[in-house]
């Protein structure tokens, strides 16, 4: 029976090895982590290969645990064996169990083990005790809670179930995150004002887990919650959250009261761009004085006195002409431009190719009537009814001067 901590027993020969390696340092391991299946359970402290005692939670539904380890350069892992009552191998009537590195370790409810194994090498040993200990499924204690930018009156105590918090102005909202005790626990907050009035609830909250590393120093193994509260300038308000047991037989309460800090009189408004009090808002924006900060003009305003009272619209641009009529009630006015106006280079492009297709159709006019005055042997005669073209009279035809009634009295020209 060995107590945790201890070296191994070496016999002579193992005193005489120990004396020929002085000098070479004591073996180290180079990994350490526990698992629950695929499940992570964390160490603490982290592991470093100089720490040589740790502890690890198991949540409620966690019943075995399974260690995971390797040593640095030709050490070996020797001596394995396991304390199974409340982690102490002095204890009276128990069984000190020695096993195999790689079989899992049943764990009862609230039960506490001390698993522990040599590192040996040059016949050196170094000998690494993990307290391993199970939850009982009841536990509604948090294993940490903060607020982002506020600071918690007094420290965090899991055992401590009410805090005041002070909150800077230049933060909106209340980031409350919240670290589970066990895997299993869940999270019901509600935020109310000073007359107990509920304002906002969030039944679950945003479930965040946290970032898993692997093989040197564990993983991680408690996911957090996170709720996002708003909280107005000089006001109060109360965060209750209620955690449910891993076994959803127990309730646990906590509270934050948070409090906002308000502006000075001589600086009553709080510009949310800067995040500091101001006597005077930025452009495109106008005091509230009901909530006592800057808040945005209507969208197509550049400067307002207040949400529907414009009084500066933006410049006009290549698509739209603004104006500030009276009859609109201190609202812009946005009027199309003409499609001229809107696309001038396409406007340009086009009267440029109807004026070209213009000149080349009276080009093509004019090199016709060119033609045709070109042609040599063709002159303008006069026809007469009864005349072919060369002038006599035709063999059917009488040769009077009675004009034919066909042709409407008129003369008729040829080529």
Not at 198 to 226: C, H, I, N
Not at 269 to 297: H, Q, W, Y
Not at 382 to 393: E, Q
Request: glycine fraction near 8%; include cysteine.
């Amino acid at each position: 029976r060995r107590s945790s901590g201890t070296p191994a027993r070496m016999g002579p020969w193992r005193w005489l090895a120990a004396l020929s390696s002085l000098g070479a340092g004591e073996p180290l391991l180079e990994h350490l982590y526990l698992k629950f299946d695929s499940q992570p359970v964390d160490l603490q402290p982290k592991f470093s290969p100089t720490i040589a005692k740790y502890q690890a939670m198991l949540d409620w539904k966690m019943s075995r645990f399974a260690v995971r380890a390797g040593a640095k350069g030709d050490a070996v892992i020797n001596n394995i064996f396991l304390c199974p009552k409340e982690g102490n191998c002095l204890k009276e009537q128990q069984q000190v169990a020695l096993l195999a590195f790689t079989e899992a370790v049943p764990v009862e409810e609230g039960q506490i083990v001390l698993f522990a194994f040599d590192v040996m090498e040059a016949g050196v040993a170094k000998t690494y005790t993990l307290e391993v200990r199970r939850q009982r499924g009841s536990e509604t204690a948090l294993r940490h809670l903060t607020v982002m930018g506020g600071k918690l009156d007094p420290h965090w105590d899991a055992k401590i179930r009410k805090y005041d918090v002070t909150l800077p102005r230049s933060l909106d909202t209340a980031s409350v995150t919240a670290e589970l005790g066990d895997g299993g626990q869940n999270m019901f907050a509600t935020l109310s004002d000073r007359s107990g009035r509920r304002l906002q609830e969030e039944a679950e909250g945003e479930l965040v887990p946290r970032g898993r590393r692997l093989v040197e120093s564990g993983e991680f193994q408690y996911p957090t919650k996170d709720y996002v509260f708003p909280i107005p300038l000089d006001t109060t308000r109360a965060v209750d959250i209620r955690v449910t047991s891993a076994d959803g037989s127990h309730k646990g309460y906590y509270a934050l009261i948070i409090t906002r800090e308000g502006c000075p009189q001589e600086r009553n408004i709080f510009d949310p761009l800067s995040k500091e009090c101001v006597r005077f808002c930025a452009t495109g924006f106008f005091a509230n004085d009901m909530v006592g900060r800057c808040e945005r003009c209507k969208i197509g305003c550049v400067n307002c006195v207040g949400y529907r009272q414009c009084v500066q619209c933006p410049p006009d641009n290549r698509q739209y002409r603004f104006a500030l009529p009276d009859y609109n009630n201190g609202t812009c006015v946005r009027t199309p431009r003409p499609f001229w106006e809107q696309h001038p280079e396409q406007t340009a492009a086009a009267c440029v190719s109807a004026f070209c297709i213009l000149v080349f159709f009276a080009g093509l006019v004019g090199f016709a009537c060119s033609s045709a005055q070109a042609r040599p042997g063709v002159k303008l005669m006069m026809l007469r009814p009864g005349t072919n073209g060369a002038g006599g009279t035709s063999s059917d035809e009488s040769d009077s001067s009675e004009e034919d009634p066909r042709w409407g009295g008129a003369n008729r020209f040829a080529y």
